[in-house]
């Protein structure tokens, strides 16, 4: 039944053609060659090293489109979307990180003068391992290491013209 199901995809010869075809249908009208980039991206996501992309331009100049009418193609596992985010909030997060991209709709919203250090590490060294403290169970302070496993591949999308030098 699965198979039925996406035989047509699954048998296909030419996806990124396909891909082109479907956006043509639903509106998309100039160059595809950032949908199909965003979609080739993100099938790394599975590999040891998943390719992180990075959108680039002035506002309106198309890059949150080329993310809104590629995403609904992909599997909804294969990302995460992060509109913004605290310095530490992908320590605490819930959401597992594995074979996924984390897609960022503008970087500045998660930049600091720091850059985004805890973003890198994972990104660079496939794994977080954040070491804090917590309240125990008897109320005394216990240490906790709050661990994060990849590979992950990051997605974004930026009016910046430059980043912090590591982020770039």
Same mark, same amino acid.
């Given at each position: 039944?699965?198979?039925?199901?996406?035989?047509?995809? &699954?048998?296909?010869?030419? $996806?990124? /053609?396909?891909?082109?075809?479907?956006?043509?249908?639903? @509106?998309?009208?100039?160059?595809?060659?950032?949908?199909?980039?965003?979609?080739? &991206? #993100?099938? #790394?996501?599975?590999?040891?090293?998943?390719?992180?992309?990075?959108?680039?331009?002035?506002? *309106? &100049?198309?890059?949150? +489109?080329?993310?809104? #009418?590629?995403?609904?193609?992909? =599997?909804?596992? &294969?990302?995460?979307? $992060? %509109?913004?985010?605290?310095?530490?909030?992908?320590?605490?997060?819930?959401?597992?990180?594995?074979?996924? !991209?984390?897609?960022? !709709?503008?970087?500045?919203?998660?930049?600091?003068?720091?850059?985004?250090?805890?973003?890198?590490?994972?990104? %660079?060294? !496939?794994?977080?391992?954040?070491?804090?403290?917590?309240? @125990? %169970?008897? /109320?005394?302070?216990? *240490?906790?290491?709050?661990?994060?496993?990849? =590979?992950? @591949?990051?997605?974004?999308?930026? #009016?910046?013209? +430059?980043? !912090?030098?590591?982020?770039?």
């Amino acid at each position: 039944e699965l198979f039925k199901a996406c035989e047509s995809i &699954a048998t296909c010869t030419d $996806i990124l /053609g396909r891909l082109e075809s479907e956006l043509r249908d639903c @509106g998309t009208v100039g160059d595809t060659k950032p949908n199909r980039l965003l979609y080739l &991206a #993100t099938v #790394t996501r599975l590999f040891n090293t998943p390719v992180s992309v990075c959108f680039k331009g002035n506002s *309106a &100049a198309g890059k949150s +489109h080329v993310l809104r #009418t590629t995403l609904p193609y992909l =599997p909804r596992e &294969a990302y995460i979307e $992060i %509109s913004g985010m605290s310095e530490k909030a992908l320590q605490y997060s819930q959401e597992s990180f594995k074979h996924r !991209h984390i897609v960022i !709709h503008e970087f500045s919203g998660v930049q600091s003068a720091e850059g985004n250090p805890w973003l890198r590490m994972l990104l %660079s060294e !496939h794994r977080l391992d954040y070491r804090t403290v917590s309240p @125990g %169970s008897g /109320g005394e302070r216990e *240490a906790v290491i709050l661990q994060k496993e990849g =590979p992950t @591949g990051l997605i974004m999308t930026t #009016t910046e013209r +430059h980043l !912090h030098p590591e982020d770039e």
